[in-house]
Every structure is written in C-alpha cells, then in structure tokens.
C-alpha cells in the first residue's frame, strides 16, 4: 500500500516487512539482523532499515556502528556490509546537527519518510527493524511506515512475554490497519548450553505457537537463548558464518524460508 503511485527509491525493492515487537529487549533486532543474514546466505538481496528510536543498535550488531552516511542525489546511502544494505537512524542521530529533523510534531511523519528517503537500489527483501511497544507514538510511526507498500510484519515475542497484552495490541493494530502478518518468532525459546549444546527450556515455551493459534497468526519458529548467538551479535560478527552447525543456525535458517515462501504465495 503506498499514498500514492510513484515509489520513488522503494521502486526496485520487491518486499517490505516491518519487523515488531510489543515490547523492548525480546531481541527484534537481533531477529532483524539474522533473519536478514539468512535471507542474504540464501542468495536474496537484502537491505535492513533501523528505525527503533528507543534503541537503534542494528550498526552495532552489523559491525558498522562507526561507519559515516552520505546522501547521493536521491537520499541517503545505505551502508554496505558484504552484499548486505544497511540505513539506520542512528547514524543520523548520531550526527547533533541532523537530529534537529527527528524532533517535533512531525516527527512519526518524519520517520515514517525516512523509509524512502535511502537510496536502496534493487532489494528482494527490505527488514524495517521498528519501535517496539504500542504507546500512541509507536502506533504513529508504524502509520506513517504503513503509508508504502509494506508486504507484511513479522512478530517477535519472548515466550513469558505472551501473556503481556502489548504482543496481542501489535496484532489488533496490524489486523485494524491492514498490515498482513506473516507470522510470530518466539524468540529466547530455551537456553543452549554453550558446553554442550543441549536445549533447555528455562521459561516455559509454546507461548508463540499458542498466541498464533489464538490470533489466527502463523508461527514461524522458535530461536533459543544461545550464549554464542549474543556473543556474536555484540562483536558484530556473522553468527550463521561462524556456527553453521548450531541448531540456532538451524532454526534461524528454518524462518528465513517459511518467510520467503510466505512472500511468494
Ligand atoms: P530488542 O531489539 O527487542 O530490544 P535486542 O535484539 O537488542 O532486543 O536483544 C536484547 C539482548 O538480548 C541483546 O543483548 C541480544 O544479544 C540478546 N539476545 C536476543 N536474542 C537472543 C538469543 N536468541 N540468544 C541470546 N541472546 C539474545
């Protein structure tokens, strides 16, 4: 869906999906990336668009927190890791001259904007890592994303956190305002030992698959706490190149394809 017919920079980009959680620190960014990781391993073009105000840490876990943005003549350019496209607002806010912009009244508007303002070129898939929770501001920016073409949400939850009412507001906004989901992760879904790679279920586990039932939501998967998965994303390393014989490899590899087959239905 787009406000009107010219695309302008997401011309070229096949599939928009705002990833989302209702609440901080279940690891929607971490999702983003890996799925976004996979998704590239498995010969997609893939760009990754960081609009979590609350935390913009998509650079950091990339590697490219340090990394200085430039505008071409047709917006920002997305920064490059391998094949990978990478746009965060952090890279403006860091900048105290830019972030004069994200201030304001408009500033949902600005951010929902900000989507088409990188010069993403040719994608097949675009993660947009959104502001996790569902306080009217949130709702906003996730309005102002919805005004493109947005292909669908993913929904990343923590199994206790099912039973917090936020998970179940994120999907009543998609289902009033139209965005499709593709389905639920649950994410920190048991601990694998780093000694002897064995799972063990810490919090319970099911909360994911039970609220997709419930909500008539399709479950993409369960990704366990794995020690080496954090270690990985705060060294900015690739974590499916490093371990590609884990079975949090497995599981993440295992949602990037029920999502590209979810996007070719
Ligand atoms: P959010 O984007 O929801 O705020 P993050 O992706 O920043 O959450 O994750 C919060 C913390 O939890 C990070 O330190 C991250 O490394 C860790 N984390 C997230 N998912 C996992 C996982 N499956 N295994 C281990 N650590 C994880």
């Known amino acids: 869906m787009e406000v009107n017919g010219d695309r302008g920079n997401l011309e ?14 279940v690891g929607k960014s971490t999702i983003t990336t890996q799925l976004a990781l996979a998704l590239l391993h498995a010969g997609k073009k893939v760009g990754v668009l960081d609009v979590d ?38 890279f403006l806010l860091d900048h105290p001259d830019d972030a ?13 904007q900000f989507v088409s303002d990188v010069a993403w070129g040719e994608l097949d898939v675009l993660l947009v890592d959104t502001p996790p929770g569902t306080s009217d501001e949130h709702l906003a920016v996730l309005e102002n994303l919805k005004k493109h073409r947005v292909d669908g949400a993913i929904l990343v939850t923590t199994p206790q956190a099912v039973s917090v009412g936020d998970v179940r ?43 997709a039932k419930l909500t008539g ?30 079975a ?13 087959n979810s996007l070719q239905d």
């Not at 070229?12 to 620190?25: I, T």
């Not at 004069?100 to 929902?112: C, E, H, Q, V, Y």
């Not at 305002?177 to 002897?196: A, D, Q, R």
């Not at 399709?218 to 371990?243: C, I, K, M, N, W």
């Open 248 to 260: 949090t490899y497995g599981a993440i590899r295992g949602i990037a394809d029920t999502v590209l």
């Open 12 to 25: 070229k980009v096949q599939h928009v999906l705002l990833v989302l959680s209702g609440k901080g620190g």
């Open 53 to 90: 105000l609350c935390g913009p840490s998509i650079p950091r876990m990339l590697g490219v927190h340090e990394c200085e943005v430039h505008q071409c003549d047709s917006g920002w350019v997305p920064v490059r890791v391998g094949s990978l496209s990478v746009m965060s607002i952090g």
């Open 217 to 246: 939501s399709h479950f993409l998967g369960s990704v366990p706490l794995d020690p080496l998965l954090s270690a990985s994303v705060e060294e900015g390393r690739d974590f499916l190149q490093t371990f590609p014989e884990s």
């Open 169 to 211: 507001r994120e999907i009543t906004f998609c289902k009033r305002t139209g965005v499709k989901i593709l389905g639920i992760v649950e994410n920190m879904s048991g601990f694998v030992c780093p000694h002897c790679s064995e799972c063990s279920s810490i919090f319970s586990t099911g909360g994911g698959e039970e609220l």
């Open 100 to 112: 004069i912009i994200w201030r304001g009244p408009k500033k949902s508007a600005l951010i929902g």
